[in-house]
C-alpha cells in the first residue's frame, strides 16, 4: 500500500506561481511512476504531468507545457509539480499519483494506468 499526500496548494493571482508537493510512502519510491492530474469543477480528471522512476523523463499536456515543471527527489520519496504564469483555466483540485509497476508501453497520460492516488489540493487562481 502506498499512501500520497499531496501539499502547496493555495490560492493566487493569474501571473503568478505555486509549487506542489507530494510526499510518499514505500520502501521502493524511486521505482515508481509518478503523476499529477487535476480535477476542475463540473468537469472530468485530466492529465497535467507524469515523471519517470528516474526522473529522466517528462511528459506533459500541452496546455501547461513551458509553464509547470514536474521533478522529484527519490532521496526525499517525493514529487513537485511547479507551476508559472498561472492562469484561471488552471484552477483546479489538483492530484499526485503513483504506479509501482514499471511498464514501458503505458504512456502514463490515463487514470486507468495508476494505482495510487492522493486526497487532492486546492489550486484557486484568480484573475
Known amino acids: 500500500q502506498v499512501q500520497l499526500v499531496e501539499s502547496g496548494g493555495g490560492l493566487v493571482q493569474a501571473g503568478g506561481s505555486l509549487r506542489l508537493s507530494c510526499a510518499a510512502s514505500?520502501?521502493?519510491?524511486?521505482?515508481?511512476?509518478m503523476g499529477w492530474f487535476r480535477q476542475a469543477r463540473g468537469k472530468e480528471r485530466e492529465f497535467v504531468a507524469t515523471?519517470?522512476?528516474?526522473?529522466?523523463?517528462?511528459s506533459y499536456v500541452d496546455s501547461v507545457k513551458d509553464r509547470f515543471t514536474i521533478s522529484r527527489d527519490n532521496a526525499k520519496n517525493t514529487v513537485y509539480l511547479q507551476m508559472n504564469s498561472l492562469k484561471p483555466e488552471d484552477t483546479a483540485v489538483y492530484y499526485c499519483?503513483?504506479?509501482?509497476?514499471?511498464?514501458?508501453?503505458?504512456?502514463?497520460?490515463?487514470?486507468?494506468?495508476?494505482?495510487?492516488w492522493g486526497q487532492g489540493t486546492q489550486v484557486t487562481v484568480s484573475s
Open positions: 514505500g520502501r521502493t519510491f524511486s521505482s515508481y511512476t
Open positions: 499519483t503513483a504506479d509501482t509497476k514499471v511498464d514501458y508501453s503505458r504512456s502514463y497520460t490515463f487514470r486507468g494506468e495508476y494505482e495510487y
Open positions: 515523471i519517470s522512476w528516474s526522473g529522466g523523463s517528462t
